[in-house]
């Protein structure tokens, strides 16, 4: 699993996502990414946890709330393209926030769930075969692809960790 998707296999938005990983299997990256993630979390303090870095902006609770939402919603869509199905709906990530419970849970909470999430979804990912990761389907109206999902997902999480370090962290 060490081939980057083909341009075709997504739309031109999640170029962002897709160029922050490098070469290599992208499932071993997945792995690497969830442990370096959750050192990182685990050394913010519980004080940072609600900080937000401007107003309307999400806090860092909120930020790990939406990596664990979309890390479901990556899995979810590997899951059901992989299986033949074709089209899925968008995924708001905006209100999956604001209709979430994460300022009410503790930091700590988050942080293993969404390393308990990735180790579960690990699973999936290294059981796709080479003609599951080519598999397509559409979501939010863009045709993608399960190998295009697996680099998003990293991406995302990468993107996502910067923020936190660029504007959080400061």
């Not at 599951?132 to 389907?137: D, H, I, S, V, Y």
């Not at 979501?139 to 504007?167: C, P, T």
């Amino acid at each position: 699993m060490s081939n980057q998707p083909k341009p075709e296999e997504f739309s031109p938005f999640h170029n962002n996502y897709i160029s922050k990983v490098g070469n290599g299997d992208i499932v071993a990256i997945l792995a690497e990414l969830k442990d370096s993630t959750y050192n990182f979390l685990s050394n913010i303090s519980a004080a940072k946890a609600d900080y937000a870095y401007a107003e309307g902006k999400w806090t860092i609770k909120e930020v790990i709330g939406h990596m664990i939402d979309a890390e479901r919603t990556f899995a979810y869509r590997i899951l059901a393209f992989s299986r033949g199905q074709q089209e899925l709906p968008g995924f708001e990530e905006d209100e999956y926030v604001v209709r979430s419970t994460f300022k009410s849970r503790t930091l700590a909470d988050l942080i293993e769930e969404f390393k308990a999430v990735r180790e579960a979804n690990l699973f999936l990912f290294r059981s796709l075969t080479s003609q599951q990761l080519l598999a397509t389907g559409i979501a939010n109206g863009n045709i993608i692809s399960v190998r295009a999902l697996l680099y998003i997902a990293a991406g995302h999480e990468m993107h996502h960790i910067n923020l936190i370090k660029e504007r959080y962290l400061v």
